[in-house]
């Protein structure tokens, strides 16, 4: 879906939408790798369907490198990886110590080590509700990216009804996803979260607060590789059909994620 949502980064009556009480600034764990092979392929796939896939780019919260390196085999020219997890970043420099078209680098706070206009897209994939504070992440992008250039974020839906990322009550961890979790109030539910979610709305929203446009707004949907919840034989024919479950009305809303391609 195209859109041209104008950013309006001084605009104070949209910013008292995302109330101070309401904003989680603390820090959550990293979560885990996601670039499975069907993941790779249907993410990216996407990317490269709108002819975004040239330049140079930074995944951000690259983990082992999965997605960076695919990048640069769909057509980027560079890719930079950056994670907060070090372990992460010796194994994909080691996976691809071989390839100059790739470079990973370990960073530990919301400032990325790079001068001004570096990038000419940024990806962040199921990055930004881990992050301590995200307004500061999209302000440090902003910064980074080329005039017009392009940030892909892809991070949890709450329509989604189940929470990917489990729970926690008190000690006690949840590592399984949990049923209805997103549709509780956030003054409720952001005591048992282990990572943010987020209304499409409000993705939204604070994306163009930092200065950038919205051109696509859409969502993604689970693959069942990490987590099969369907009958094997079904899921390949439930792939087959998740670009018609992208379009129905409705229906397209309970995407486990929701998809958004702005622009500096």
Known sequence: MEIDYQARKNSKNRKNQI?????????????AATAVPSNV????????????LKGEW?????????????????GVERAVGVDVVEKRILQARERERDNAAVSF??????TLPFAEASFDGVFLNEVLE?????????????RVLRPGGHLVVMSPNRWFPF??????????????????????????????????NYWPHELRNMICDEGFAIRTAGFVWPVFEVFPWLPR?????????????????????FGVSVFLVAQK
């Open 19 to 31: 109330k101070s009480k309401d904003r989680v600034i603390r820090d959550f764990d990293p979560g």
């Open 105 to 110: 680098l370990h960073v530990s706070s919301n």
């Open 130 to 142: 881990h992050v301590t504070d995200e307004m500061q992440m999209l302000r440090e992008i902003h």
């Open 163 to 196: 929470e990917g990322h489990g729970m926690h009550i008190g000690r006690y961890r949840v590592e399984v996803p949990v049923p209805l979790l997103p549709w509780l109030p956030s003054v409720i539910s952001k005591h048992f979260m282990l990572a943010r």
């Open 58 to 74: 930074l995944d951000c919260g690259c983990a082992y490198g999965g997605y960076t390196i695919a990048m640069v085999d769909l």
């Open 233 to 253: 034989p079904i899921i390949h024919q439930y792939r087959n059909i998740i670009p018609i479950l992208e379009k129905l009305p409705l229906i397209r809303r």
């Open 41 to 52: 392929t249907y993410r990216l796939g996407k990317l490269r369907d709108l002819g975004l």
